[in-house]
């Protein structure tokens, strides 16, 4: 009896949680190692179908950075990164869409289907929902450096206001396509950022590797404000592959998103945890503090 009084407890804790999220939209970012591990998979699956089944909108876009360097591998194509972000010429490219649309995505649509979601798999090419254009151009406004690494100048919500307010899940690879009908590889936690402001979601979360954005001791920063996560990029205390995912959350915060949460997607449930509990994990970005 006193362990169904503890479950009981941890329901009631949730109530205020899901009411004030009720039919509001939460956008997850999926990537680390919790899209490896097969007990993170399922987690992460659970509590994305808990949270539409409890009247919450949630949107997932994925990344596939390990999928895509293994594909290369096997070209033999060497995997090569300026800031964070994947060069990607046009053989690059070629090969990263059909990892990140034709595998990847795949695999997490069915994974969330088995445990009892109804996933439906686009990207950015579908209905024109992420148009984008080069991030680098050269003189002649054609892909410098970094290739067709894609800049996102417009989110056409429309198909996934539509989807969400039905009874689906969206799963969104991150490619883009230009005005010509050209594909972009877009860094996921940028086109998670982007939607989540296209779509005024409640929340954006970034599932990671990491338990959150620490200080230059090591220490985990449990909320900061958009201008300290600025200023910690430009003293480089926020340095590498981080830097897209702290610019993400930056910018989700100033377009109108009202948290932004980097967690630690090596934890089971890690999701739940954060909406529904008190205390939280991980980090949460503001606008202005709360």
Do not use: W
């Not at 910690?232 to 100033?254: F, L, N, Q």
């Amino acid at each position: 009896m006193e362990e169904l009084i503890k479950k009981a407890g941890i329901l009631i804790e949730a109530l205020p949680y899901i009411q004030k999220l009720y039919d509001k939209t939460v956008v997850i970012k999926y990537g680390g190692n919790a899209m490896i591990n097969e007990d993170l998979k399922h987690s992460v699956m659970e509590d994305v179908t808990l949270l539409k089944y409890v009247g919450m909108h949630p949107v997932v876009v994925h990344g596939g950075g390990p999928d895509i360097s293994a594909a290369l591998s096997t070209y033999q194509i060497e995997s090569k990164f300026v800031g964070g972000l994947r060069v990607t010429d046009a053989e690059t490219m070629r090969i990263a869409q059909m990892v990140l649309v034709g595998k990847t995505n795949k695999e997490v649509v069915s994974l969330l289907n088995q445990n009892g979601g109804k996933a439906v798999g686009i990207c950015g090419i579908d209905g024109s929902l992420i148009e984008c254009e080069p991030i680098d151009k050269d003189s002649d406004g054609n892909p410098g450096e970094l290739g067709f690494v894609g800049k996102i100048v417009n989110i056409n919500q429309k198909l996934l206001v539509n989807l969400t307010k039905d009874e689906f899940i969206p799963v969104i690879a991150p490619v883009g396509v230009d005005a010509k009908g050209q594909s972009y590889n877009i860094n996921a936690d940028t086109v998670a950022g982007a939607v989540a402001a296209a779509l005024g979601a409640e929340k954006l979360m970034f599932l990671t590797d990491v338990s959150g954005v620490q200080d230059k001791d090591g220490n985990v920063i449990y909320e900061m404000t958009a201008a300290q996560a600025s200023k910690m990029i430009e003293d480089g205390t926020i340095s590498g592959g981080m830097i897209p995912k702290v610019r993400g959350c930056v910018e989700a915060t100033m377009q109108g998103v009202n948290r932004v949460h980097i967690i630690d997607g090596r934890i089971l449930h890690a999701i739940l945890l954060e909406i529904f509990t008190d205390a939280g994990i991980g980090t949460m970005f503001t606008r202005t503090g709360a």
